[in-house]
């Protein structure tokens, strides 16, 4: 099983819609974790950490769920800026482990 | 401005000829690391460095060879490259490797084909 697993997607949504999609993780020791946003092959940058139960960050909300090991990343109000590839890391020990991404494009 | 820089951005090479790809940081970033990303499989960590002359095996290390002389510079080196290393590559680095400290800061990639 993988470290770290998401759904690949395409979420094809339109522009105001809500979109939420999950990470799963199999490293119960895990504490914190990354949703990284990546554009067209472009370099990785940070969205969101999440140390606890959850965090919001105006129209971005990621919840852990440590019972089911898994983390949500919801979208509101979803913007065409928003179309990438949105990327769940989680740390164990000194390493990183990313999911595959979850693709989301946002139309007109 | 606070960057990862790598270099090259596009190499495309042959079998065996060995080749390295440079990375440097300018944030005095403790935490170095190098992964490749490939369709469907994400990125995978193939070595990180703790500190100036530590480093570690990721996921991914077959292949490839790494060093940590200086704080800034992590360059990753393939000594005889074979086409199931063509792959984009980054670097990236963050304050410290430590749980919680865990921003990684990517540099622009490195697109490398190995014929």
């Known amino acids: 099983r993988k470290e770290v697993e998401q759904d690949p997607g395409p979420f094809n949504v339109p522009e105001g819609a809500t979109v939420a999609f999950n990470c799963t993780y199999s490293?119960?020791?895990?504490?914190?974790f990354f949703w990284y946003r990546q554009d067209c092959r472009k370099e990785p940058k940070l969205l969101m950490s999440?140390?606890?139960s959850g965090n919001e960050d105006g129209r971005f909300t990621a919840q852990l769920n440590r019972a089911s090991q898994y983390i949500s990343l919801l979208i509101r109000d979803s913007k065409l800026s928003d179309s990438a590839t949105y990327l769940c890391v989680a740390p164990r020990d000194y390493k990183l482990s990313f999911g595959a991404g979850t693709t989301v494009t946002v139309r007109a | 401005e606070a960057q990862v820089t790598q270099n090259p951005r596009y190499l495309i090479t042959v079998t065996g000829k060995k080749l390295t790809v440079t990375c440097s940081q300018n944030m005095n970033h403790e935490y170095m690391s190098w992964y490749r990303q490939d369709p469907g499989l994400g990125l995978r960590q193939i070595y990180y460095s703790m500190n100036v002359e530590v480093t570690d095996k990721g996921d991914v290390p077959e292949g490839y060879k790494v060093s940590r002389k200086e704080k800034r510079n992590f360059p990753l080196i393939l000594e005889s490259p074979s086409p199931n290393q063509t792959s984009l590559y980054f670097c990236?680095?963050?304050?410290?490797?430590?749980?919680?400290?865990?921003?990684?800061?990517f540099g622009p990639g490195t697109r490398l084909t190995v014929l």
């Open positions: 999440v140390y606890s």
């Open positions: 990236a680095s963050s304050l410290r490797g430590l749980a919680g400290e865990r921003e990684q800061f």
């Open positions: 490293n119960s020791a895990s504490q914190s």
